[in-house]
Nanobody, 118 residues
Framework: QVQLVESGGGLVQPGESLRLSCAAS????????MGWYRQAPGKQRELVAH???????SYADSVKDRFTISRDNAKNTVYLQMNSLKPEDTAVYYC????????????WGQGTQVTVSS
C-alpha cells in the first residue's frame, strides 16, 4: 500500500520558517518525481516546487529564493524548507509522487496545513 505522509505544518508569524517533510512508503522512491503543491481556500491547487532528481529542482515564481525542496532517497523522504513566510503562503500543502516512466501513476499525501498570520 502506497502512503505519502506529510508533517511539519503549523501556525507561524510572517517572516518565520517551517520545514515540511513527506515520508513515502510502498514505492521505489528513486523512480518517482516528487513535488509539493498547495491549495488555498477558494483557489486551485498549484505546484510549489518540483524535484525529479536530487540535483534538479524547479520552483513557482512566488516562492523562488524563499523555499528549498530536497529529497533523501535513502530515507524515502522529500522536504520543503520554507523561509520568510508570508500570509499568502497560507494553504494546505500536499506531497505528490509521479512515476518517472509512467506519469499516469501518481500518488498524493493527505496534506498539511500551513498558516501564516500575525
Amino acid at each position: 500500500q502506497v502512503q505519502l505522509v506529510e508533517s511539519g505544518g503549523g501556525l507561524v508569524q510572517p517572516g518565520e520558517s517551517l520545514r515540511l517533510s513527506c515520508a513515502a512508503s510502498g514505492i521505489i522512491f528513486s523512480f518517482y518525481n516528487m513535488g509539493w503543491y498547495r491549495q488555498a481556500p477558494g483557489k486551485q491547487r498549484e505546484l510549489v516546487a518540483h524535484i525529479p532528481r536530487v540535483s534538479t529542482t524547479s520552483y513557482a515564481d512566488s516562492v523562488k529564493d524563499r523555499f528549498t525542496i530536497s529529497r533523501d532517497n535513502a530515507k524515502n523522504t522529500v522536504y520543503l524548507q520554507m523561509n520568510s513566510l508570508k500570509p499568502e503562503d497560507t494553504a494546505v500543502y500536499y506531497c505528490n509522487a509521479q512515476h518517472r516512466s509512467n506519469p499516469n501513476v501518481a500518488y498524493w499525501g493527505q496534506g498539511t496545513q500551513v498558516t501564516v498570520s500575525s
